[in-house]
């Protein structure tokens, strides 16, 4: 198996806080990874510093065997896709032209080819009857849907997932869930920020447990879920489960 994310001895600071204390991680071509812990712990600022949206102190990033330098973000962006909490799609934009945008943009593909490109992700994502409304007219589950079609547009070597259903009503969890799910049985290579245990038990292959800016535990999700050691973990389990 190849290594799609080598992380070694990430270190971030923001001011004299130390949030990120010591990261090592390695993230295998279609592994599936879940980062579970409290708010404040990191797990954000651990995805943004991969995709360079968070410039790190200290620390090596190599992406699909190569070490990322600074001045190569652009490049690695296109390498990395993010999907947000919030969608942040384009709300002047279709839905289609929102799923365009980058390919044409960054990767100068012309329109007709980014047309069916687009129409072939919105239909995996179950969108194609929406593909001409505007963001606004879509529910929650479907811009979220949206995104993560965007994201697929600029043909990602991984996808970065923060808390994709974290700002989603309850009812309309699943239909995201239910797409990740598909992404990841394709074998696609995601680390996803969740709450939602149950779809880390049954999605993930390593769950990885951040403490204080520290992996303080990690393992497949039954050692994870079912027999935790670390006694913070074991804490955080219980306020949550
Ligand atoms: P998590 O995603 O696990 O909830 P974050 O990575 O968002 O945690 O935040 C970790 C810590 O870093 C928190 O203490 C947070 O307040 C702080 N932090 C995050 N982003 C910034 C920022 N841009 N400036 C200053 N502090 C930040
Ligand atoms: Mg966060």
Redesign the pocket.
Known sequence: MMDMIRIKNLHKY?GD?E?LRGIDLTVEESEVVCLI?S???????LLRCINFLEKKNEGEIYIDGKLVLEKEINQVRQKVGMVFQRFNLFPHMTVIQNVMEGPITVKKMDKKEAQILAMDLLEKVNLVDKAEEYPAMLSGGQQQRVAIARSLAMEPKVILFDEPTSALDPELVGEVLSVMNDLAKEGRTMII?THEMGFAKEVADRVIF?NEGQIAEEGPPEEIFDHPKDERLQNFLGQIL
């Open positions: 923001f806080l949030v812990g708010s404040g712990s990191g797990k954000s600022t920020v951040i």
